[in-house]
Structure formats: structure tokens, C-alpha cells
């Protein structure tokens, strides 16, 4: 892999400048504050290359990946597009020869995270996904009160990850299943990925189920590519903890806590922006703590990338790691098809 020897030798592109979030300028700023230097935009939308330039001055902005591939010779392009974009893209940027992040879900398919890793590494070059969450604060919490030596939840036997309400899908491509893979793969891949650093063992074992019908016939996608109105993963792992995850758009009683560990001397509610564990004294009586999380540090991903880059520091969320929750969602809609459980090929 090319060693850069400063940040700032390091161009950046995006391809993607969407207005729902702001996401290009979130992502063009954070790379600039890890040092590295803003060189490029590609957007299909001429008014959102506008919006770049207003935003970044001076800035080389393009209307599609290939012309940026073509005339420009940024060294690490991120993909801040809808879902079923984000391999193709990828993969086109990877074959060019460029580093690559891209938004999460890193894909939608195990099959195209597979091509993606496998593309970087015959091209020496690097394959990313932006799990900003990673440095949640909530997570950073959690991490620190429950994986340590003192273990206060005993054996981890559960974790559930849960997060919707009763209300019609949104008017925009998340609410289709084709462009966007389906319910689980918007906040799902968030949720996955702060539970799988806390159980450090390998998956053996997926199944899905999905409720479809009654929103997707009253949005414009119709009922044959709405996404789901409920799905729910779950995970057997080789020691025996199970790992679900519900997101639901006919939740009529929604519980607290987003993602809740529970081990056999206590339990750990995540939210936001609070924490509640709740564990047992030697004599038996319950214990409860709460309190505040302390603010996410998102910046930490492009400055992990920068150092990856000019140090070969160790790159925290590498191909594989962000595979593993695109692996459980997509075997757990294989299932729900299938109507059984299915066996996990990636650990
Ligand atoms: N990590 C986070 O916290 C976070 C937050 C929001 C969105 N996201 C992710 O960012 C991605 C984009 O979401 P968004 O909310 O910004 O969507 P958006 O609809 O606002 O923006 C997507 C943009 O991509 C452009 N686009 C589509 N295909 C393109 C192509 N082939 N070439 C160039 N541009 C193209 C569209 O014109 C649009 O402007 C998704 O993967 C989403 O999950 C992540």
C-alpha cells in the first residue's frame, strides 16, 4: 500500500453530496481536520454540486464517478450514496486504483462486501466504511462499564438491539427495498456494529423474520418494493449468546433503551444520551446506576484513516469488521425467506 508522507499529500473526493444530511460536507470537513486535503465532488444532481462549491470553494466538481476517475487524481474517494450504489461505486473506484470508504452499509450483500475486499487487496489499496458510531459516546460507555476485569454483567447470555415506532415510512429512497436493501440496513448496521464489540466470539448460526404489506402499499413504492414494515435478526453465537435485532415501523409500544446487554449478574441499557445498569450486590440486593454518556468522537475515523495512510497505524474498521453486520442482515432476510435458520460463513 502507498505510504503517504503527510496528511495534507493525501487528495480526498466524494461521490454523493446529498441534501438530507449534509453528508458530503460532514465527511469533506472531517477528512480536512484529519489534515488531508479536499480535492473533488462527483454528484449526479447539478444543484448539490452547487451546494459543494459554496461550501468548498475552488473545489473540482464532476457529474459522475467516471469523470472524476478520469480527471482527477484524488488518492481516497468516499461513497455517500443510496445502498444499492455503494459496491458498484466501490468497485469502480478500487479498480481505478483509489483508496475507498464507503458510507455504511459497506454494501448489501455478503457477495458484494466479498468483491470490495477482495478488489482492495489486489490493488494495494484500502477499503473502508465510515462506521462514525464506532466512537458514539454511548458505546465508548458501554465499552468501558461492562468489558472489563471486574466483568459486573457476569457471562453476556443476550443482547438485544431495538429501535422503530408505529409510523409510515418517510417519502424517499430509504423506503424502498431495492434501493436501500431493506428495513434493517439503515440504522441496523449501527446497531449491529456497537453490539459486536462487545460479544467477542464467532456467529454460527441466523435467522430472519420479516412482516411486509401494510405500509409499503400506502407509500410511492408500492407494496412490491416498499421495505418491511418489521424484520428481526437473530444470532446464535458458538458460546451460546443470542444477538437480535428489531427495527419496526408497527411498533405500538416501543421500549426503552436501544441496545439493552443482559449477563447473568446484570443488565446494561444503552440510549441516548443515557445509560442504566442495573446489577446485584454480594448480599443479593439490586444496584442501579445511571447516568450520562459523554459526547461522540467521530472525528477519531478520518484521523484513524490518515494515520493507516502515512503511518500504517492499525486501521480500526477494515473491510471484514464492516462486513459482519451486512452478513447478518443479509442472511437473516435469506432466512426469513427460506422460513428457517441458516448457517453463517463469515465468523
Ligand atoms: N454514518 C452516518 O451517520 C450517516 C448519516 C446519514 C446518511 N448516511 C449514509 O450516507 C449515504 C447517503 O445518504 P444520504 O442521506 O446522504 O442520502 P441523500 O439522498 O441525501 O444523498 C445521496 C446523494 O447521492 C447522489 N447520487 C446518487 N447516485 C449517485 C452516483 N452514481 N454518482 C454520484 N452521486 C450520486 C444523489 O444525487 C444524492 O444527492 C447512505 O449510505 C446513508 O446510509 C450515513
Redesign the pocket.
Known amino acids: 500500500m502507498k505510504r503517504f508522507k503527510r496528511a495534507a499529500d493525501i487528495k480526498v473526493a466524494v461521490?454523493?453530496?446529498?441534501?438530507?444530511?449534509n453528508?458530503g460536507r460532514l465527511h469533506l470537513n472531517e477528512m480536512k481536520r484529519a489534515g488531508m486535503t479536499p480535492a473533488a465532488v462527483?454528484?449526479?444532481?447539478p444543484k448539490?454540486l452547487e451546494a459543494a462549491k459554496q461550501d468548498f470553494p475552488g473545489i473540482a466538481t464532476f457529474r459522475?464517478?467516471g469523470e472524476l476517475l478520469t480527471k482527477s487524481d484524488a488518492h481516497l474517494i468516499t461513497i455517500?450514496?443510496?445502498?444499492n450504489?455503494?459496491a458498484k461505486?466501490a468497485l469502480q473506484c478500487l479498480r481505478a486504483g483509489r483508496n475507498v470508504v464507503c458510507?455504511?452499509?459497506m454494501a448489501i450483500t455478503t457477495a458484494e462486501c466479498d468483491a470490495m475486499i477482495a478488489e482492495a487487496r489486489r490493488r494495494k489499496v484500502l477499503v473502508s466504511t465510515?462506521h462514525?458510531?464506532h466512537w458514539d459516546g454511548h458505546i465508548v460507555e458501554a465499552l468501558k462499564r461492562i468489558k472489563n476485569e471486574r466483568e459486573p454483567l457476569g457471562e453476556l447470555v443476550r443482547v438485544e438491539c431495538r429501535m422503530g415506532g408505529w409510523s409510515k415510512p418517510g417519502d424517499w429512497?430509504r423506503s424502498s427495498k431495492s434501493i436501500s436493501g431493506g428495513i434493517l440496513y439503515?440504522w441496523g448496521v449501527h446497531l449491529l456494529e456497537y453490539a459486536l464489540q462487545v460479544i467477542a466470539d464467532d456467529m454460527v448460526e441466523i435467522s430472519g423474520y420479516a412482516h411486509s404489506g401494510f405500509w409499503g402499499a400506502q407509500t410511492r413504492w408500492g407494496a412490491r418494493d416498499g421495505i418491511e414494515d418489521e424484520a428481526t435478526a437473530v444470532v446464535r453465537f458458538k458460546r451460546g449468546c443470542m444477538l437480535t435485532l428489531r427495527i419496526s415501523n408497527i411498533e405500538s409500544n416501543p421500549k426503552p433503551g436501544v441496545v439493552e446487554f443482559t449477563g447473568t449478574r446484570g443488565t446494561y441499557v444503552m440510549n441516548f444520551p443515557d445509560f442504566e445498569m442495573i446489577t446485584h450486590a454480594k448480599g443479593g440486593e439490586t444496584v442501579k446506576t445511571v447516568g450520562r454518556n459523554p459526547e461522540g468522537e467521530w472525528w477519531r475515523f478520518y484521523q484513524n484513516i490518515a494515520d493507516h495512510l502515512t503511518q500504517g497505524a492499525e486501521l480500526t474498521i477494515t473491510g471484514e469488521w464492516a462486513r459482519r453486520p451486512i452478513h447478518i442482515i443479509d442472511m437473516a432476510f435469506k432466512s426469513a425467506k427460506a422460513g428457517r435458520a441458516l448457517p453463517v460463513r463469515h465468523r
Open positions: 461521490v454523493g453530496y446529498g441534501g438530507a444530511f453528508m462527483a454528484e449526479l444532481d448539490r459522475s464517478t455517500i450514496t443510496p445502498h450504489t455503494h461505486l458510507e455504511k452499509p465510515y462514525n458510531r429512497w439503515d
